[in-house]
């Protein structure tokens, strides 16, 4: 079974500063995705970033990055230049498809990000 | 484009009473998805729908959870008898359908929170 791992309960970063968020993955599958999504406070799951792991590129987007290292297991999402508005739940996330065709996400328990000015 | 709108965004209940969650998809997504957060936990797989077909409802606590997709637009999830253990954040996504295994984002609606006392 599909399964992720968040380490970390609680990070802080000064603003303007980068931030490494870690996730590591558990899986059989030869083929699959992960995900990264932000939480604020307003309770709303954003959508940030997705690596494939046949991709042969790290994906990047703005200041997202996903430092996808695949023979640890890990896809830690790197935030640049933190911004106060980066304070929010940071899940990732697996793609998940079962022989029946369904589709589903497998997360983690989640970062809580703190963003000091 | 409205994006995945969920009602109501906070539910109070005692336990043993019945309570209806209202999730209404991105237009033209046949895949909708429900997922729960139980406090301090994993976010967790519910249920997956294709159009008004349930794909996937392995996630499903109990049969005291009754899902429904009316024709494949917008979707409930009934909880009757709610149960304490029943508290947590009801989240619904909905993405495109696929036939070529790619990727497509699946887009979060900003949950129900639901408190049984």
């Known amino acids: 079974a599909q399964k992720i791992t968040q380490t970390q309960p609680g990070m802080f970063v000064q603003e303007k500063e980068a931030v490494t968020l870690d996730c590591t993955y558990d899986?059989?599958?030869?083929?699959?995705?992960l995900f990264w999504y932000k939480q604020p406070s307003s309770g709303e799951m954003i959508f940030l970033i997705y690596q494939g792991s046949y991709d042969q590129q790290n994906a990047t987007e703005g200041r997202y990055s996903l430092n996808f290292q695949k023979a640890r297991k890990s896809a830690n999402l790197v935030i640049s230049a933190s911004q106060l508005g980066d304070s929010a739940m940071y899940f990732c996330a697996m793609r998940d498809i079962t022989q029946g065709g369904s589709e589903k996400l497998v997360f983690g328990k989640g970062t809580k990000l703190t963003v000091n000015p | 484009e409205a994006g995945v709108t969920q009602f109501p965004s906070h539910s109070v209940i005692e336990k043993g009473q019945t309570v209806t969650l209202r999730c209404d998809p991105i237009?033209?997504?046949?895949?909708l998805y429900w997922y729960r957060r139980v406090m301090g936990k994993e976010i967790k797989f519910l249920l997956h729908f294709v159009k008004e077909s349930k794909q996937d409802e392995s996630g499903m606590p109990n049969n005291r959870f009754l899902a429904e997709r009316t024709g494949g637009t917008y979707s409930t999830l009934k909880v009757q008898p709610a149960e304490l253990e029943d508290s947590g954040v009801y989240f619904c996504?909905?993405?495109?359908?696929?036939?070529?295994?790619?990727?497509?984002?699946?887009?979060f609606g900003q949950g129900t929170r639901l408190t049984v006392v």
């Open positions: 996504a909905s993405s495109q359908v696929t036939w070529t295994g790619e990727f497509t984002e699946a887009f």
């Open positions: 237009s033209g997504h046949d895949n």
């Open positions: 899986t059989s599958d030869p083929s699959y995705g």
